[in-house]
């Protein structure tokens, strides 16, 4: 029997790291959107001799150091004494490094599908991937977010049932998102531009709470993204020649080397254009509004 | 333009009223089930020269004093401002007053179509559906299970963005549903039972958190009805027929007069046997795992 669950991809517009010694008390606040395309986890285990734990990204079969993040769930759920084969298959639909969130939706996917076979309630489980994802750096409120879904704003920190997350109301905008390259959240969070975009993190929060809209949203995603100096030129230069075309500015995705946007219907067609004239690898999905799933997985069904 | 908003009925299995001065510090402990099933709540908003609110449940106009729920919700929304018609549509799919979470589910959905109209995150939004509910003895802790979806625990009481709801993960059991009789929550919670209701609650939670799976929950339900005497004679011939022919025990929906149970899919078409011998009307339904829904509808499409 397949076990699967499914993650959504988050994007976070804009944020505020809180670190402490508990990891329950470490996260982030900010805001994001959880997208339709993101994280799929397969969970298999077969009969076996011996207690073993094996791990795939995208189909390819990977060493345990290098996959931290998911060995740290794992050996928390599943119970000592088992012995057999148990697999764990991790499939993005986003690259990796990118800022999709793609180590929390592994953490977070392999929790739920360990759950659905070994037992723990979903905030237990979601608990154990969010502590993976901060004792290892991972990310600091993409947990959060993704257990939450939609349009989100973290508006106090923590773990899954300590952290108080939020929704803005989608007012049917589609995301536009162009991952171009790879920008490692460990690095950045150990850097001095830490203080500034906490600094900014919190004036963003302040403004979209007190005028809760996409629009706001969007402004405040750019405004943070340029103030920060996170916002490279090459990504500067990507970003207007996309606003040349849609109305709400588009931004960068904390943290990765990538490119979003909010879309309106009529929009859609414009920037494509743009898009194809940049030559540039580009998804537009819808924002995903609900939980993470876990299920029996059927094939063919 | 018609906003639409969907809201999941939701079942109560055993609980602990919690009430306190404020009403966001207010509300309860317990488990129960989110359907995919519910209340469609439609805003629609025409021009006109005063402030007016319109409510209509299944399509029939109703006073306001009929509504004091929704009226209460929509006063805190609708800009004191405002001039036009503004007309609130809720539909039911379970009847009122059976333990299905219909006010809350008016509530909920209210607050969500005027939010997409008149703005607010959902968390603001949801705590004034709450605060509409204790003060008006609707309920206690539909909106914030609502608000969460899935099977539910309430391990914290409290308003939306205070309470803690976790999810029981689902292993692929439906719910059937059969409304028998109304049973008003204000007399109960005014009456002597709410001590011992409070102590056998705790009691299930308590287990239930040491062994969160629906099988559990289902013994406990039980076990929460009979012990507080509010499973009534009636009803019991009613669980005690369907016992036979499934495997967890059926039990009663707080508060309402109405029975419920976890069916694997082997069981549906004995269940349904008895249940015609019963001659009695019934619903079965998927567990809804998500968040309410808020959405432009467009019909036809």
């Keep these: 029997m397949l076990i699967r669950a499914f993650v959504p991809a988050h994007i976070t517009a804009f944020f505020v790291p809180i670190i402490r010694d508990n990891p329950q008390d470490s996260g982030s606040l900010g805001a994001g959107i959880n997208l339709e395309k993101g994280t799929n ?50 499939y993005f639909d986003f690259p990796t490094g990118y800022g999709f969130g793609n180590s929390a939706g592994g953490a977070l996917g392999s929790a739920l599908v360990l759950g659905y076979k070994f037992g723990g309630t979903v905030l237990s489980l979601a608990k154990i991937a969010h ?27 923590g773990g899954p049932g300590k952290a108080i997350v939020d929704n803005i109301i989608n007012h049917e905008y589609k995301v536009l998102a162009i ?8 690095e ?7 203080r500034t975009i906490e600094k900014e993190g919190r004036i963003s929060l302040q403004r979209l709470l007190q005028n809760p809209t996409p629009e706001v949203l969007m402004n405040e995603a750019r405004r943070f993204a340029e103030a920060t100096g996170l916002l490279s030129n090459d990504l500067l230069e990507i970003a207007r020649e996309i606003d040349k075309v849609i109305f709400l500015p588009s931004s960068m995705i904390m943290l990765g080397k990538s490119i979003f946007a909010l879309l309106r219907d009529e929009e859609e067609k414009k920037v494509k254009e743009v898009l194809k004239d940049l030559d540039l690898h580009y998804e537009i999905c819808r924002v995903y509004w609900g939980k993470p799933l876990v299920e029996r997985w059927i094939p063919n069904e």
């Design 179 to 186: 991952p171009i390259g790879e920008l490692r959240t460990k």
């Design 41 to 90: 986890v397969f969970l298999n285990i077969e009969e076996g001799l011996e207690r073993h734990i094996h791990v795939a990204f995208n189909g390819e079969p990977v060493k345990k150091e290098e996959a931290p993040i998911t060995m740290h769930v794992a050996n928390k759920i599943v119970p000592e004494d088992f012995v057999g084969e148990i697999e764990i298959w991790q």
């Design 131 to 157: 502590e993976a994802e901060v004792v290892h750096k991972g990310g600091l409120g993409d947990v959060v977010a993704q257990l939450t879904g939609g349009i989100e704003i973290r508006i106090k920190e």
């Design 188 to 194: 950045v969070l150990d850097d001095d531009v830490i």
